[in-house]
C-alpha cells in the first residue's frame, strides 16, 4: 500500500504566529495508482522554517494516535 496527501496543508498558529503546518495522507491499499482507500488517515506535523531553510527549533518529538473503532492508541516516541 501506499500514502497519499490530501487537499492543502494547513497552517497551525500560536496565538497570531504561524509555527508549523499539518498534512493529512491517507493509506490506500495496493500499488499506486489503483489502490484502494482505506480508512487510515495520517497527520504530519513540521515546525516553521527560518527564511534560509533551518528549522526554528533544534527537537524532534513523535506523537503517534492510533484510533480503531472504539480503541485508542497512544505512543509517543
Known sequence: GFWKE???DKAIYSKHDSIGMRKTLVFY??????????????????????????????FTNYYIHITREKEVILLMI
Open 6 to 8: 490530501t487537499g492543502r
Open 29 to 58: 491499499k495496493a500499488q499506486a495508482p489503483n489502490g484502494q482507500k482505506s480508512d487510515w488517515i495520517m497527520h504530519e506535523y513540521r515546525l516553521q522554517t527560518h527564511k534560509n531553510g533551518t528549522p526554528q527549533a533544534s
